[in-house]
């Protein structure tokens, strides 16, 4: 999904794994000019905040940030990692505290969810296809979590 899809959004608190997991791959999409929108919290809210005191996240917000700034605007990327008007690579800040994390497509929805107890465990992502009650609960959800972020750079 990640190399194929025309469009595709990640949705993440600040977490740099699925940038780190899959860099080739993203790497690629934005030299072919596919449309990327990366959309994080914004480091400078309450919902980071919140995130950093509640020790909900692992911690190191810029650190993570960076990590995924080398990734997506780096030398090594190419030249299709620079925004274009038909595709290429938009960052969105949310001021949000998310319930899951998320890779979506206009095929299917990866979705990661958080646990609710204390401390960290692996949750594992499912899939969810279009034309399903699930993806269209989740493309609305995500649809106006966009149109609530900020245009951005990382």
């Known amino acids: 999904m990640i190399i194929n899809a025309k469009r595709i959004v990640i949705g993440e608190h600040y977490s740099a794994r699925i940038f780190e ?4 791959q993203i790497r690629e999409r ?17 919902a980071a905040d919140y995130l950093k005191a509640s ?7 810029s650190a993570n ?6 990734i997506v605007v780096s030398p090594q990327a190419g030249p299709g990692t620079r925004p274009k008007a038909n595709g290429g690579l938009a960052v969105k800040w949310h001021g949000r505290v ?3 994390s ?7 929805v990866w979705v990661r969810l958080f646990t609710n107890s204390e401390g960290f465990s692996l949750v594992p992502a499912f899939c969810v296809e ?25």
Do not use: N
């Open 102 to 108: 998320f890779v979506m497509s206009e095929d299917a």
């Open 130 to 154: 279009r034309s399903t009650p699930l993806y269209e609960f989740f493309l609305t959800d995500i649809t106006k979590l966009l149109e609530q972020s900020e245009d951005g750079s990382i």
């Open 65 to 70: 940030l960076e990590k995924i700034r080398t």
């Open 21 to 24: 997991d899959y860099a080739p």
């Open 55 to 61: 020790g909900s996240g692992h911690g190191g917000i």
């Open 30 to 46: 934005l030299r072919l000019g596919y449309e990327t929108t990366v959309l994080l919290v914004k480091p400078q809210s309450i």
């Open 98 to 100: 998310l319930r899951y």
